[in-house]
C-alpha cells in the first residue's frame, strides 16, 4: 500500500508563499499586463505637474494675487500629496503613474530632505530667542517667564503693546540687566547694549529697531523686527504689497551695517523660500536651515504650518536651532545658539 509523505514546511505549507515579500506578489499581477503603461496617464500628469511647481516655484508670477509667493510660504506642503498619489498610483496598477511619482519625490526630496536631518552641534558662545507674543496674548507675564527659562543671552519680543511693555520689563528684570523698547519691538540682553536706534521699515511707525549687543566674545549687531502681516483674501489674493516694501527697507538698513557680525530676530512674515524677502535672505543665513533639526514652523502655534519668525546671521556660525514650547501667544517661541566669528569685526 502506497504511502503518502508530506515535507513540513514549519508553517502550515505555506513556507515559500511567507517569505515571498509582498511586495514581489505585487509586482508578479502585473507582469503581462500591457495596460500598466496606458493606465494613470492624468495621475502621471498631475505628478510631473507637482515636481513642476516644486522646481519652477522662482517662475510662478506674482501679479496675480501674489500666486508665486503664495506658493513658496506653503512649498514643502507640497510634499503631502506625493503619498497620496502613490496609493493611486499602486490601486491603478500603473507603471506610468508610479515612475512619476518616484521622480516628484525625489525633486521634493532634493528641496527639502536636508532639513529632515538633525544638523545641530554643540558648543556656541551666544544664545538668542525670539518671540511674537501677540497683543491679545492673556498671560505677558507667564510667556515672558517661559521664554526667558530657554537660557537665551539676548531675546527680542514683537508685537509689545503700550499696557503690556511694563508688564515685561517686570518678569524679564531679574534674567536680563538691559533692555530696550522702540515702538512695538524690544530687546532684552544679558550683556551691555548701545547704539541703540528705530529702524525705519516704511510703516509710519516703529515696528524695528537695531542695536550693538557686547558679548563677551565681541560687539554684534542685532536688528529686530515684525513685517507687516500677510493675508489671503477671495479677490485679492495674498496681500503682501506693505510687507514687501517694508523687506526692501529692512534688507538696505542691514546691507548698510557697519559691523561684520549681524544677527536678525523676527515675525518676518514669510519663510526662506519666499521671494519677497529676497532683500534680507540674500545676505544672511537661516540658523534653523543651517543648523536645526526639521523645518521649525513656528505659526500657528496650534497647528504650526510655515516658519515665519526668523533667526538669521551673518558673520557668525550657527550652531544649533530649536523652536520652543508654546507660550499664550499664537506664535512659537524659537532660539538658536552661535558662535561668534573670530575673524568679524
Known amino acids: 500500500m502506497a504511502q503518502a509523505y508530506m515535507t513540513e514546511t514549519?508553517?502550515?505549507?505555506?513556507?515559500?508563499?511567507?517569505?515571498?515579500?509582498?511586495?514581489?506578489?505585487?509586482?508578479?499581477?502585473?507582469?503581462?499586463?500591457?495596460?500598466?503603461?496606458?493606465?494613470?496617464?492624468?495621475?502621471?500628469?498631475?505628478?510631473?505637474?507637482?515636481?513642476?511647481?516644486?522646481?519652477?516655484?522662482?517662475?510662478?508670477?506674482?501679479?496675480?494675487?501674489?500666486l508665486g509667493s503664495l506658493t513658496e510660504t506653503f512649498l514643502p506642503w507640497l510634499g503631502v500629496f506625493i503619498p497620496v498619489l502613490l496609493v493611486l498610483a499602486?490601486?491603478?496598477?500603473?507603471?506610468?503613474?508610479l515612475i512619476a511619482v518616484v521622480l516628484t519625490g525625489a525633486v521634493w526630496l532634493n528641496l527639502f530632505g536636508g532639513?529632515?536631518?538633525?544638523?545641530?552641534?554643540?558648543?556656541?558662545?551666544?544664545?538668542?530667542?525670539?518671540?511674537?507674543?501677540?497683543?491679545?496674548?492673556?498671560?505677558?507675564?507667564?510667556?515672558?517667564?517661559?521664554?526667558a527659562a530657554s537660557g537665551a543671552d539676548v531675546l527680542a519680543l514683537e508685537e509689545l503693546t503700550a499696557s503690556a511693555v511694563p508688564v515685561y520689563e517686570k518678569a524679564l528684570a531679574s534674567t536680563y540687566k538691559y533692555h530696550s523698547v522702540q515702538g512695538t519691538v524690544g530687546l532684552w540682553s544679558k550683556y551691555p547694549i548701545g547704539d541703540v536706534r528705530p529702524v525705519d521699515i516704511k510703516l509710519g511707525w516703529t515696528r524695528a529697531m537695531r542695536a550693538t549687543v557686547t558679548a563677551p566674545a565681541g560687539p554684534v549687531a542685532v536688528y529686530v523686527a515684525h513685517l507687516p502681516s500677510v493675508r489671503v483674501k477671495?479677490?485679492?489674493?495674498?496681500?503682501?504689497?506693505?510687507?514687501?516694501k517694508s523687506a526692501n527697507a529692512l534688507g538696505e538698513a542691514i546691507a548698510d551695517e557697519p559691523l561684520k557680525r549681524v544677527v536678525l530676530l523676527g515675525d518676518l512674515n514669510g519663510t526662506m523660500n519666499d521671494r519677497a524677502l529676497n532683500a534680507v535672505t540674500a545676505q544672511m543665513r537661516s540658523t534653523q536651515g543651517a543648523a536645526g533639526d526639521g523645518f521649525?514652523?513656528?505659526?500657528?502655534?496650534?497647528?504650526p504650518m510655515a516658519r515665519i519668525d526668523q533667526i538669521m546671521v551673518k558673520g557668525v556660525e550657527p550652531v544649533t536651532s530649536w523652536t520652543l514650547p508654546a507660550t499664550g501667544s499664537d506664535h512659537l517661541p524659537i532660539a538658536a545658539r552661535v558662535t561668534m566669528d573670530a575673524t568679524a569685526s
Not at 502550515?12 to 499581477?29: T, V
Not at 499602486?90 to 503613474?97: E, K, N
Not at 521649525?296 to 497647528?303: E, I, M, R, T
Open 90 to 97: 499602486f490601486v491603478r496598477r500603473s507603471a506610468t503613474a
Open 296 to 303: 521649525g514652523f513656528s505659526w500657528p502655534a496650534s497647528f
Open 10 to 66: 514549519g508553517s502550515d505549507g505555506r513556507g515559500p508563499e511567507r517569505r515571498e515579500s509582498r511586495l514581489r506578489r505585487l509586482f508578479d499581477g502585473w507582469r503581462g499586463d500591457r495596460g500598466i503603461w496606458r493606465r494613470g496617464l492624468v495621475l502621471a500628469a498631475l505628478a510631473l505637474l507637482l515636481a513642476l511647481v516644486m522646481l519652477t516655484h522662482a517662475r510662478i508670477p506674482n501679479r496675480i494675487g501674489n
Open 234 to 244: 477671495m479677490k485679492a489674493g495674498f496681500t503682501a504689497r506693505q510687507r514687501d
Open 115 to 147: 532639513l529632515l536631518t538633525d544638523k545641530a552641534g554643540t558648543g556656541g558662545d551666544l544664545t538668542v530667542a525670539t518671540h511674537n507674543v501677540n497683543a491679545d496674548n492673556p498671560d505677558p507675564s507667564g510667556t515672558a517667564r517661559d521664554v
